[in-house]
């Protein structure tokens, strides 16, 4: 049974003890994902892709000493509608795996994987007001349908 994270605090200690290489993947979860040939399919095509795709943890070197529970805040943020998009039992999880190449939306696809934990629907909420409380006005998710 994959362990639920609970608050943005749990994130970080699983980031800070697993290091950079980890991923999140909004799917109906492990199970599903790795029973189906372990591949995603592009959205707009159907063609199947050489891994699954997932969203990069990777703290990135211009961050600097910056705050990891604001980064992997923004990382949450920006994919959060990925939930809405794809259908009921959709959630995030976070997995180590081995990037393999990359998505039409150059996304990450990776290979290998290891599921680590599931993540709460509380973290989403802490990770917006987190994110929302920036005060950006140019700051948004990542979501193609607010463009239509």
Do not use: C
Not at 51 to 80: C, M
Not at 100 to 121: C, K, Q, T, Y
Request: proline residues 7%; hydrophobic residues 40%; aromatic residues 8%.
């Amino acid at each position: 049974m994959l362990p639920t994270v609970k608050d943005l605090r749990e994130l970080v200690r699983l980031f800070e003890a697993e290091g950079d290489d980890l991923y999140v993947r909004w799917s109906r979860g492990p199970d599903v994902d790795l029973a189906d040939a372990a591949s995603s399919r592009d959205g707009l095509t159907g063609i199947p892709l050489p891994g699954l795709s997932a969203n990069s943890l990777r703290r990135e070197p211009w961050w600097g000493d910056r705050s990891i529970r604001l980064w992997l805040a923004r990382r949450l943020y920006d994919y959060e509608h990925l939930r809405d998009l794809r259908g009921p039992d959709v959630r995030p999880w976070v997995l180590r795996a081995r990037e393999v190449s990359r998505g039409p939306d150059n996304e990450p696809l990776v290979v290998a994987v290891e599921p680590l934990a599931w993540v709460a629907d509380e973290v989403l909420l802490e990770a917006r007001r987190l994110v929302d409380g920036q005060g950006s006005a140019e700051w948004g998710p990542m979501d193609r349908r607010a463009h239509r």
